[in-house]
């Protein structure tokens, strides 16, 4: 399948730059799917996933917030977004921080 060049840029770092066959973006006024030799376009961001699919077969999964702009031009894919965290991340801290917030409360109940 065609690829073409994504870039996945927060205000801070770059989150993803490679090859992607496809790519589904949160816009504003709905999801936006993206293939190789897809037409000039811009449009504003949504909160929501995005996908993206690598030519080797993976699949990254990231949480878009906060707004921000695609830029779709000559194979190349351009998210600019205000956050950006890998799918499930903020789940996974927010888990974390219950655990240990429990295992303070368990350790000084215990003491």
């Known amino acids: 399948m065609p690829t073409f060049r994504l870039q996945l840029i927060c ?3 770059v989150e ?3 090859e992607a066959e496809s790519v589904i973006v949160p816009g504003e006024s709905g999801y936006l799917g ?12 949504g909160d929501g996933k995005l996908t993206a699919h690598t030519s080797g077969g993976k699949t ?7 707004g921000g702009y695609l830029e779709v031009q000559r194979n190349n894919v351009v998210v600019l977004a205000r956050q950006v965290e ?14 240990e917030a429990r295992g ?8």
Do not use: C, K, M, Q
């Open 11 to 13: 205000p801070d770092h």
């Open 16 to 18: 993803f730059d490679g």
């Open 34 to 45: 993206i293939l190789a030799n897809h037409a000039p376009l811009l449009a504003t961001l």
């Open 60 to 66: 990254f999964h990231y949480d878009v917030s906060g």
């Open 86 to 99: 890998t799918h499930g991340a903020r789940g996974a801290r927010e888990a974390r921080g219950a655990r």
């Open 104 to 111: 303070a409360r368990e350790t000084r109940t215990a003491v």
